[in-house]
């Protein structure tokens, strides 16, 4: 079944602990993306990926880091979490090849992190 | 660059009514435009996407989406509501590349029985 999966569903923890949310797909797609969900304000994207150690920053960056190794992965990673990075987080990909601008993004199903 | 704006961020309807969600955006470009739903504790998933192709677009679950250039505007539309469409729906757009996927504010849609 083609699928972005994201792990945790759920992760709860402490001002400053280092975490990483990890987001995997299985349908080849060149473009991933990062986007965080808050009341009010929709979603809002934290970093994308164009291709394998490509990635750039979106509009709230900062406090995240994002790496692309293999095109399948685009961990998620909060070296010192703080309480106003909780939310709840996506992960998207979507084919996106040259030309193909129509493709919609393809959706994990969310992990809800809360810092205290 | 690409701005997306939706106007009002909860509609309630009744059952069997008309539901119109807003969506206008803005762009010196052509836009690429989307309406995804988000059902509790789920991901979001695509209704449907506006390709230059037609600017009357039908999607899932029956609903459908004009495209008017001349009000810059993408309003989703379901001739008569059901339970089961209750939800939050969000409109999305971009204008072309690899720029950033821009998402509106997100329209939650209860509906009465």
């Known amino acids: 079944e083609a699928q972005v999966t994201q792990n945790p569903r759920y992760l709860i923890t402490v001002t400053g602990k280092k975490l990483t949310v990890t987001c995997s797909q299985n349908m080849n797609h060149e473009y991933m993306s990062w986007y965080r969900q808050d009341p009010g304000l929709g979603l809002r994207q934290i970093y994308y990926?164009?291709?394998?150690?490509?990635?750039d920053k979106g509009d709230v960056p900062e406090g995240y880091k994002v790496s692309r190794k293999e095109k399948r992965n685009f961990p998620l990673i909060l070296e010192s979490p703080s309480p106003n990075q909780t939310s709840l987080y996506f992960c998207?990909?979507?084919?996106?090849?040259?030309?193909?601008?129509?493709?919609?993004?393809?959706f994990g199903n969310g992990t809800r992190l809360t810092v205290t | 660059a690409q701005s997306v704006t939706q106007l009002g961020s909860h509609v309630s309807v009744s059952e069997g009514a008309l539901v119109l969600l807003r969506c206008n955006y803005s762009s010196s470009v052509p836009p690429y435009l989307f309406w995804y739903v988000q059902y509790p504790n789920q991901g979001l998933q695509l209704l449907l996407k506006?390709?230059?192709?037609?600017?009357l677009v039908k999607g899932i679950n029956g609903f459908e989406a004009e495209f008017k250039k001349s009000e810059t505007s993408f309003h989703l539309t379901k001739p008569s509501a059901h339970m089961s469409d209750a939800a939050e729906y969000f409109c999305?757009?971009?204008?072309?590349?690899?720029?950033?996927?821009?998402f509106g504010i997100g329209t939650k849609l209860q509906v009465i029985p």
């Open positions: 999305a757009g971009h204008s072309g590349g690899y720029q950033k996927v821009t």
């Open positions: 990926s164009m291709n394998v150690e490509v990635t």
């Open positions: 998207a990909s979507s084919p996106r090849d040259s030309g193909v601008w129509d493709s919609p993004l393809h």
């Open positions: 506006y390709t230059s192709a037609a600017t």
